[in-house]
């Protein structure tokens, strides 16, 4: 959990959070740099822009993941991820006032995704290595997904296949 005062400039980290960051109780984590200065650089500039919006900018709910780095990581450790969720409170002017919200670790998520990712585009190149026509079916729902190849192994364009089985039994 975290909470920042907007106008006084003061950040509350909860242990949890703390823990997250590689940030122990007596580290100073009541400003914003304690949590920005584990920020991937290439993430940094719009978590900022973010959460520090300019005169007149709307202030919405935050959804954002980004990378970070524990602090007793070092800078050789590979970076992880956090889901940083939270709700803005605006004053009379309209202005950021105090932002309040949670940050979960998503690194397994990433590193699932990634693998995935990976793996569907080795599949992708394989498929088009081998030249074959592949097609699955869903017999749960009894829907076909026919791949481009398998459409022009039979002459057709791949808009001229219907996804039902059916189709091929009349």
Partial sequence: ???????????????????LLGLGPA???????????????????????TLRPLPGDPVGPLLIEHRVRAKAAGPE?????????????????GGLQRMAGTAIDITDRKAAE???RLSEQRLALAA????????DWDLRTDRIYYGQRW?????LDEG??????????D
């Fill in 1 to 19: 959990i975290w909470d920042w005062d907007a106008d006084a400039g003061r950040l509350f980290l909860s242990p949890g959070f703390r823990a």
């Fill in 27 to 49: 580290d100073d984590g009541t400003v914003l740099e304690a949590w920005f200065g584990r920020v991937h650089p290439e993430d940094r500039p719009w978590l900022e822009a």
């Fill in 77 to 93: 450790a590979p970076w992880g991820w956090l889901l940083v969720r939270g709700s803005a409170l605006t004053g009379p002017d």
């Fill in 114 to 116: 990634e693998r995935l």
């Fill in 128 to 135: 088009a290595a081998t030249n074959d026509g592949l097609y």
């Fill in 151 to 155: 459409a022009a192994l039979i002459g």
């Fill in 160 to 169: 001229e296949i219907g996804d039902r089985p059916e189709e091929w039994l």
